[in-house]
């Protein structure tokens, strides 16, 4: 993918699109993959990069959502679960089986969950991950060496999925224009065009790098603006009531030491309600999250002091090496576009909706709201079904159920038995990228430097970031530490370490100078010190 092609593909473009998407986060990238696969031309719009926004600051799990169950909501699991199974036959390299252990310290829990979770293993039916199983005290001491033993009653282990959300987001962007799509980030879409009836028939918009504005006809805009998507649907119908009730969500990443485990521990109600997970990922141990309504949605949200807290004490509950905050390598935040369930301007206090809203308004903006991660492929297909009928587009089939994600290198497989592929992301970091990390070695056999760890604690070569700029349309420093590599949510300072080499790279790459490489430098050791919140703000 080449930034500069793709400007040229807007700006040679003389008949409108069938689709412009708006927002290039989970649902947006499958908006653009699903309508281009049917052979509906579509340009997908990004503001800043592609999963700068929540898509970029997930749990990463790929999962139907245990607590959904014990909140009855049936189908919801059930369509999660093989949407689950459906990511791992498309995407091998991007997604794996992970087991889950919940601990149990009570005498009722082990029963309790030990049922719960056969019922889920039962709903996954044909897409079925590994099966649940309760387990004595010393299995869960096998599974979670560094868990709590002071009580510990035993354990129920069940399967879910993980991904580098990120790395999957770029990876479907990647697809999307493989089949066609034009994709182009950085660049925002600022007001909407009205045919003679005041039907929406176009978006206008700047190119962020250029400042040129330019004007992007369109039969059918779709609105994918995640927690923006209010704003977008103010350009249609100025007075819009709010759809949705932001509520962020706080990580803490640690050393790989405090779990010591390939399985993720799973605590299905803190003590304010809600479950909270401590999962290897990267090396790292993971812990999160919380989940705290808050006003305006940002695209660098700080986490707050008492999320912090509160996993830091939650997590300590549960591993026999309590963390300190001196142990915390980064704390990221993402911030869940939730659906007010009673409707547009409705009180807060109502049900959130964790499913998916599509809303078409008078204006004829179609906006895809609320899901997850998990089911984004199906939201894709569910929004561009509406397109076509909206827009009287082409009304050919999805193929996503069987679509390759860019880079798989397993055959994708609709068959009886879904295909489980573990994790060696720790032995082999290039394992996301697929089939394209031959490429990227032989960039490191090319060159002794591009081959060095740029860090002594992280495995990121100055091949990954030649990598993100030539082929992923990686345009600044914090595209390429935060995202095409997972640096500054893995371990902030050590990000801000290898900030320096890494511009210096990405400036050679873009063709810039070795102020723009400084600048670049300066502002990413301002985010980075946000994520590093290792040292308790004094009194
Ligand atoms: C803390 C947390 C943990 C989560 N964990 C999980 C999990 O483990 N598993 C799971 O399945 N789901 C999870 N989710 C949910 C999942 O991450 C989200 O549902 C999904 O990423 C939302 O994607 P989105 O496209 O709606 O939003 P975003 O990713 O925010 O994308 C919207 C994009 O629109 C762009 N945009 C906005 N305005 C404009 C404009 N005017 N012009 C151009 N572009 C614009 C933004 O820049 C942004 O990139 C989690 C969410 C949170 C917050």
Redesign the pocket.
């Known amino acids: 993918m080449n930034r500069a092609a793709m400007v040229a593909q807007v700006c040679g473009r003389t008949e409108p699109w069938d689709i412009v998407v ?7 990238a499958g908006v653009a993959g699903d309508a281009a696969s049917r052979g509906i031309s579509v340009l997908l ?4 990069d ?14 139907g959502g245990v607590r959904y169950l014990e909140q009855g909501n049936v189908s919801l699991v059930m369509e999660a679960l093989k949407e689950r199974g459906i990511l791992l036959q498309n995407a091998p390299h991007l997604v794996h089986d992970l087991p889950f252990v919940v601990p149990n310290y009570s005498w009722w829990e082990t029963p309790f969950y030990g049922v719960g979770l056969k019922v889920y293993d039962l709903l996954a039916g044909k897409y079925g991950f590994g099966r649940s199983r309760i387990l004595s005290p010393q299995e869960t001491l096998q599974l979670l060496p560094n868990i709590r033993q002071d009580g510990l009653r035993g354990g129920v282990i069940y399967h879910d999925g993980q991904l580098d ?1 990120a790395r999957l987001l770029i990876s479907l962007i990647a697809t999307a224009s493989d089949h066609g799509a034009t994709v182009l980030n950085y ?4 007001a909407l065009t009205r045919d003679a009836d005041g039907f929406v028939n176009g978006v206008q ?1 700047i190119d962020r790098e250029s400042g040129v504005k330019f004007t992007a006809a369109a039969r059918v805009v779709v609105n ?5 998507a209010d ?2 649907r103010r350009l249609a119908e100025p007075d819009a009531l709010p759809m949705l009730a932001p509520s ?2 706080v ?1 803490l990443v640690f050393g790989r030491s405090f779990l010591r485990s390939d399985a993720a521990i799973m605590v299905p109600h803190t003590s304010d309600g809600r479950v909270l997970f401590a999962i290897p990922w990267h090396g790292h141990t993971l812990v ?2 919380t989940d705290t309504p808050i006003d305006e949605p940002s ?1 660098e949200p700080a986490p707050l002091e008492d999320e912090i807290q509160f996993i830091l004490e939650t997590a300590a509950q549960y591993l026999s090496r309590p963390p300190r905050r001196s142990d915390i390598l980064s704390a990221f935040v ?4 939730l659906v007010n369930a009673a409707g547009p301007g409705s009180a807060r206090t109502s049900s959130l909706a964790r499913d998916h809203t599509i809303h078409i308004d008078s204006a004829g903006l179609l906006t895809i ?8 492929r199906h939201m894709a297909e569910d929004t561009v079904n509406h397109a076509i009928t909206l827009g009287r587009l082409n009304d050919a089939p999805c193929v996503t159920h069987t679509l390759r994600i860019h880079g798989c290198v397993a055959p994708a497989d609709s068959g009886s038995e879904i295909q489980l592929s573990h994790c060696d992301w720790d032995s082999d970091p290039l394992r996301v990228y697929g089939a394209e990390a031959a490429a990227i070695r032989s960039l490191a056999d090319s060159d002794p430097e591009l081959a060095r760890p740029l860090d002594t604690d992280l495995p990121i070569i100055g091949a990954q970031i030649v990598w993100a700029a030539r082929q992923e349309m990686a345009r600044t420093l914090d595209d390429v530490l935060a995202r095409r590599t997972r640096a500054l949510l893995l371990n902030a300072a050590a990000a801000a370490r290898m900030a320096p080499e890494a511009a210096t790279l990405l400036a050679r790459e873009l063709g810039r100078d070795a102020p723009w490489a400084a600048a670049q430098v300066a502002t990413f050791l301002r985010l980075a010190a946000q994520y590093n919140v290792g040292t308790a703000p004094s009194a």
């Not at 708006?22 to 947006?28: D, E, K, R, S, V």
């Not at 719009?45 to 800043?48: D, G, I, Q, V, W």
């Open positions: 708006i927002g290039g986060g989970a649902p947006g719009l990004e503001r800043e592609f999963g700068k926004g929540t898509s970029g600051r997930s749990t990463k799990l790929v999962h959300d660049a925002s879409a600022v918009a994918a603006a995640g927690i923006f704003e977008v962020q969500g990580h999160g999250t695209y993402g911030i869940r576009p709201v609320g899901g997850k991660w998990t089911t984004y």
